[in-house]
């Protein structure tokens, strides 16, 4: 049972990538899912969340109208597409995923992926 997150990579300033945060041994869309990032020297940060009722969506101010988040259940995924980045996106990414709870400031969760780097270069 584990969840891994996946698709980080280098990219210039108003690229894009697609982050993965697929589930193994669990079915995904019975849990919420949100994404955090950590850079370093800095505290980890909710990115986005995908909730488990109604598939409701959060956002953090700084990744509003360029972070999507969205599941692909028959691939038991959730994805984090991430457009215009910015240089102060670089950080690793971790995706966490519950069967109760979900939110950007919640910590507890029942899995957390291994982290995916991002890096913005400008």
């Known amino acids: 049972v584990q969840l891994q997150a996946s698709g980080g990579g280098l990219v210039q300033a108003g690229g894009s990538l697609r982050l993965a945060c697929t589930a193994s041994g669990f079915t995904l869309d019975y849990y919420g899912v949100c994404w955090f990032r950590q850079a370093p020297g800095k505290e980890r940060e909710g990115v986005s969340c995908i909730y488990l009722s109604g598939g409701n969506t959060h956002y953090a101010d700084s990744v509003k109208g360029r972070f999507t988040i969205f599941r692909d259940n028959a691939k038991n995924t959730v994805y984090l597409q991430t457009n215009s980045l910015k240089p102060e996106d670089t950080a690793i990414y971790y995706c966490?995923?519950?069967?109760?709870?979900?939110?950007?400031?919640?910590?507890?969760?029942?899995?957390w992926g291994q982290g995916t780097q991002v890096t913005v270069s400008s």
């Open positions: 966490a995923a519950d069967r109760v709870s979900v939110g950007l400031w919640q910590h507890e969760y029942d899995y």
